[in-house]
Nanobody
Framework: QVQFAESGGGLVQAGGTLTLSCEISRGALSGYPMAWLRQAPGKDREVVARIYWNDDATEYSDEVKGRFTMSSVISSDGIWKSVSLQMTSLKPEDTGVYYC????????????WGQGTQVTVSS
């Protein structure tokens, strides 16, 4: 079972910047992307960013495109090690708990969720 450990959240004013990190235990699959998911208060988790193992390509939801940048660290033997999410020009609507997981399209693959990291953006 793959497990994730997120960190880096905090309280920031609108327009500010935060960088989140996620450590990934062994066992993640090479054929599926890693994703950051956001759970806003009272809402379901949604994918905001994905990164692919083979070519480092990234995809973003419309809400965060142009403001968030996802990156990854993969070991020399092709093992997922960590992912990060640099968030700039933060808005109050970015508030939520951020999780990472591997996804099949937008469906999380692993049940070993981390505790997430809280991001709160004040106006």
């Amino acid at each position: 079972q793959v497990q994730f450990a997120e960190s880096g959240g905090g309280l920031v004013q609108a327009g500010g910047t935060l960088t989140l990190s996620c450590e990934i235990s062994r066992g993640a699959l090479s054929g599926y992307p890693m994703a950051w998911l956001r759970q806003a208060p009272g809402k379901d988790r949604e994918v905001v960013a994905r990164i692919y193992w083979n070519d480092d390509a990234t995809e973003y939801s419309d809400e965060v495109k142009g403001r968030f940048t996802m990156s990854s660290v993969i070991s020399s033997d092709g093992i997922w090690k960590s992912v990060s999410l640099q968030m700039t020009s933060l808005k109050p609507e970015d508030t939520g708990v951020y999780y990472c997981n591997q996804v099949d399209r937008n469906m999380p693959i692993w049940n070993g969720w981390g505790q997430g990291t809280q991001v709160t953006v004040s106006s």
